[in-house]
Nanobody, 118 residues
């Protein structure tokens, strides 16, 4: 059973930085696209950033220039480096990973809380 285990969330002051990690356990394949989503209270879950196995990126405009996504394919791990954090970045951050073609399976992590507050 594939599981995505996230870590790195927490409380940080405005302007601070955090790095989120998401590692896949019990996976016998390399994921296709891996990414990060977030959900703030009362809002829908939204894409933050995603990266394909080949390194192509999809980054939301609200975090461009502040957040960086990268992955280690050998470890089936994806990271989100978050700099210049602002209160509006406060949310639960979820990792998502897509199994490679021809599978249509998608996996989600349990979520990690990021709170930006002074």
């Amino acid at each position: 059973q594939v599981q995505l285990v996230e870590s790195g969330g927490g409380l940080v002051q405005p302007g601070g930085s955090l790095r989120l990690s998401c590692a896949a356990s019990a996976s016998k394949f390399s994921f296709a696209t891996m990414g990060w989503y977030r959900q703030a209270p009362g809002k829908q879950r939204e894409l933050v950033a995603a990266i394909t196995r080949g390194g192509s990126l999809n980054i939301d405009d609200s975090v461009k220039g502040r957040f960086t996504i990268f992955r280690d394919n050998a470890k089936n791990t994806v990271y989100l480096q978050m700099n210049s954090l602002q209160p509006e970045d406060t949310a639960v951050y979820y990792c998502k990973a897509d199994a490679p073609w021809p599978s249509t399976l998608t996996y989600w992590g349990q979520g990690t809380q990021v709170t930006v507050s002074s």
